[in-house]
């Protein structure tokens, strides 16, 4: 991570008093009569707006989603329990926390735009400072939408000062909400720069404007847009951008990997002590034996690691290595579990075998998961400690194994959890140092292969699908044998499903594109998931009403003119 800039918005907080007095309502406390008067505060205040977003219920979980489908399982409410069981209503805590901090930051993005659109200051810096603005604010307002539907427009014209206790606007319907994302954008792509001096590092970019754009437009299924703008930044066209993808997967997820030319946009996070300015990812994705001892509340599936293809790209089955185990629970066990006392394994299965299995794998499983019987540079009575995941009962820290919160018998995710203590540099567990990608270039590489699918370009969706692979290096489609062939838009389409799930698994997306591809209730409805070892662990209580969520009931009680999503 480039450190000053994360310096740069805390130091942008601390101007602002108390972490920026925006959080308050109306935001009368940073007014244009005691603020906004030079560039410095433009941008301090413009910085006040990037904070919003780790707030846990703004961007801050956003690897949580995974729990809603084939990538995940988790618990409480930082595990989208009640999501998962079907339980929720619209007076759920996730619910109205995920729709007023949209807000939060969509008012703070408001006020900053309204109030450096009056300074008397350089003009392309006024610009810069309000497409920075504009853009985020069109990231949740995307976010949102992809949540509720049909969402309320507040821009900023409304004066909180004098308008905040009757914000009392009907729900615009969806084409009205993506319009105006994209006029946001198109401000930003005309006004943001390629790339700011190195202290600055984090920023919006005109490149990061580009790649979210083109993301509303493939939603939108307009492909054509898609792919002039995802094409605008993996081709150069216009100028320089210098992304590229990382030789190196895993690295993305630690602090190596923050300032990779592969990272478009980032959330920047900070650590260590006395800078609380990170992300969850440790607290929630981590277990017992992580820095700060943690809860997984945020866990791997075992049908998504089943998924990973076998390095030659051919489908993975466990009945080609262990006789009758898919449908044998009592296979998988001896297969798969140890029996110990007090830390001393006094059975074991064949490890060895199981090791050549999972090695025998797309690479990307075993840089993701922490998978049975591997290691991990754990945290234990203050040191570091090398940790394994035993399957077994009584397993615990303290002798050097993985315990899952739970009692259950599942994979972990390695991905984004930090090993040992960073080298000092994490000091709380609820604040990771590891800055989380919001896009990145093959999530781009992606989506563009899925425009090009949709438009009747199949050969150009395998080029682009082809470089994500081979950075893993994983074979190419069309490149052999028959199971990696290609020849029509729906084999293509399931290859680029299972492609983004396993790229960009942990990163929170999979359940946004199940949302839009229709395929969300045909992977949860009713689905029960299970152990490692075949033991039923929840059952997902998906109904169709829960496509999109319901608007907040507090939200109708204050503005009656909201409407209530269908089915609630």
């Known amino acids: 991570m480039n450190k000053i800039t994360s310096i740069l918005l805390l130091s942008g907080c601390l101007v602002l008093s108390s972490c920026y ?43 949580s989603y995974d ?33 007023k901090t949209g807000y939060d930051l969509i008012q703070r993005c408001n006020h900053a735009i309204a109030q450096i659109q009056k300074m008397e200051i350089d003009e392309q810096k006024k610009n810069t400072f309000i497409g920075e603005a504009k853009f985020l604010r069109a990231l949740m307002y995307f976010q949102l939408n992809n949540l509720f539907g049909d969402l309320p427009i507040y821009d900023e014209t409304i004066d909180l000062n004098k308008d905040f206790s009757s914000l009392k606007m009907e729900r615009a319907s969806t084409a009205a909400v993506l319009q105006f994302i994209l006029d946001d954008l198109s401000f930003a792509i005309a006004n943001l720069p390629v790339t700011y001096e190195s202290k600055f590092y ?73 800078f609380p300015y990170g992300m969850p990812m ?64 006094t059975q074991v299965p064949d490890t060895a075998l199981l090791r050549t299995i999972y ?17 991990y540079l754990g945290w234990n009575a203050n040191k570091e400690r090398m940790m394994q995941l035993v399957l077994a009962t009584g397993v615990n820290e303290n002798f050097g194994q993985i315990r899952n919160n739970r009692g259950w018998m599942t994979y972990v995710w390695r991905k984004f959890v930090p090993e040992g203590n960073l ?12 800055n989380f990608p919001l896009i990145r270039l093959a999530d781009v590489n992606l989506m563009l292969a899925e ?63 199940l949302k839009r591809w229709g395929q969300l209730e045909t992977v949860s409805k009713g689905f029960v998931e299970e152990s490692i070892v075949g033991d039923n662990l929840l059952t997902r209580g998906y109904q169709t009403r829960h496509k999109l969520w319901p608007i907040p009931g507090q939200e109708r009680e204050i503005n009656p003119n909201l409407t209530q999503n269908e089915g609630w």
Not at 35 to 59: H, I, P, S, T
Not at 79 to 99: A, H, L, Y
């Open 202 to 274: 984090g920023r919006v970019t005109k490149g990061a404007a580009y790649a979210l754009r083109g993301k509303v437009q493939l939603y939108a299924k307009n492909w054509t847009g898609a792919i002039a703008d995802f094409e605008e930044i993996v081709n150069n066209k216009s100028n320089s951008y210098g992304y590229s993808l990382s030789s190196n997967y895993a690295s993305l997820f630690t602090m190596d990997g923050d300032a990779s030319p592969e990272m478009i946009f980032a959330i920047q996070n900070l650590g260590g002590t006395g």
């Open 67 to 99: 729990c809603l489908t084939d990538i995940g399982i988790g618990y409480d409410p930082v595990g989208m329990g009640e999501i998962i069981s079907g339980t929720f209503t619209d007076r759920s805590g996730i619910v109205v926390g995920r729709w």
């Open 359 to 375: 090695a025998n794998r797309d690479p990307r499983l075993n840089q993701t998961l922490i998978v049975p019987y591997s290691h």
């Open 423 to 434: 080298k000092g540099a994490i000091t709380d567990r609820a604040h990771t140092p590891i």
């Open 21 to 63: 007095k925006l959080d308050t309502s109306p935001y009368s406390q940073v007014s244009s009569s005691n603020f906004w008067k030079n560039e410095d505060q433009a941008l301090a205040g413009v910085l006040g707006c990037y904070n919003d977003l780790k707030k846990e219920n703004g961007f801050g979980l956003q690897f």
């Open 282 to 345: 440790a607290f929630y994705m981590g277990t017992r034996s992580t820095f700060g001892s943690d809860w997984n509340n945020v866990m791997p599936s075992t049908r998504f690691a089943d998924s990973y293809e076998n390095k030659d790209g051919s489908t993975f089955n466990w009945d080609a290595h262990i006789a009758n185990y898919n449908a044998d629970n009592g296979a998988k066990k001896k297969a798969m579990v140890s029996t110990q006392n007090n830390g001393t394994l």
């Open 451 to 513: 425009a090009y699918n949709e438009d009747g370009q199949l050969g150009r969706a395998v080029t682009e699908l082809n470089k994500v692979r081979t950075r893993s290096e994983m074979p190419g489609l069309n490149s052999g044998p028959s199971f990696l062939a290609v020849t029509g838009k729906q084999e293509m389409q399931k290859r680029i499903s299972l492609e983004r799930k396993v790229e960009l698994a942990g990163e929170g997306w999979r359940y946004f594109d």
